[in-house]
């Protein structure tokens, strides 16, 4: 056990609409990211916050958008949802920023499967 | 083309011997080299990173980073069936725009 909660684990919905994936992260860790992986794209690394605020972000389509709060848990809203959004949904957390952007070790959640009918 | 390649497998070999895991790239700006091992149903795990050129040895791994060639690669020694997962490696930028990229994994199963 990572310590990373994600919730929910399953989610099934159809396109257009919009659901939100929420990530408690480790005690005291401030990083939180957020991962896809897909069999067709493999993992994408998605988007980055620290302490609250954005840090990086990859390669986050328009319609999903991202937060962290005070008490450090994040969201992932996924918007207008198409068929290619199915996947599995990681988030994972770190203390820091590390040596360098994602050298920091990051602890994954067992992530939200996502199906898009 | 894709920025970072990487052979999907699945590679199988027997116990105890030694396998090498590779990736390309083709973009010059990568500066940090990471390798993740994600077990089936399960999140990826970091298992080491190297920055810049060079080898880095931690226990049974070897990692190597040829940035003339760009060309990485992972070695695990005395393979065991535990090490059987899935292996992706990573890249990372350092500055301007940061690009986080991935392999696609390779699958490895060791037989005992």
């Known amino acids: 056990d990572s310590g990373v909660t994600q919730t929910p684990k399953h989610l099934i919905t159809a396109t257009g609409q919009r659901v939100t994936l929420r990530c408690s992260p480790r005690s005291g860790d401030l990083s939180v990211y957020w991962y896809q992986q897909s069999l067709d794209q493999g993992l994408q690394f998605l988007i980055q916050y620290y302490n609250g605020e954005e840090r990086a972000k990859g390669n986050i389509l328009e319609r999903f958008s991202a937060q962290q709060f005070p008490d450090l848990h994040s969201e992932l809203n996924l918007s207008s949802l198409e068929l290619g959004d199915s996947a599995l949904y990681f988030c994972?957390?770190?203390?820091?920023?590390?040596?360098?952007?994602?050298?920091?070790?990051?602890?994954f959640g067992p992530g939200t499967r996502l199906t898009v009918l | 083309q894709k920025e970072v390649e990487q052979d999907p497998g699945p590679l199988s070999v027997p116990e105890g011997a030694i396998v090498s895991l590779n990736c390309t790239y083709s973009?010059?700006?990568?500066?940090?080299f990471m390798w993740y091992r994600q077990y089936s149903r399960k999140g990826p795990e970091l298992l080491m990173y190297t920055y810049s050129s060079g080898n880095k040895e931690d226990g049974r791994f070897t990692a190597q980073v040829d940035k003339s060639s760009k060309y990485i690669s992972l070695f695990i020694r005395d393979s065991q069936p535990s090490d059987s997962a899935t292996y992706l490696c990573a890249m990372t930028t350092t500055s301007g725009t940061y690009k986080y990229i991935f392999g696609t994994g390779t699958r490895l199963k060791v037989l005992a």
């Open positions: 973009n010059s700006a990568f500066q940090y």
């Open positions: 994972a957390s770190s203390g820091g920023w590390g040596a360098a952007p994602f050298t920091d070790t990051q602890y």
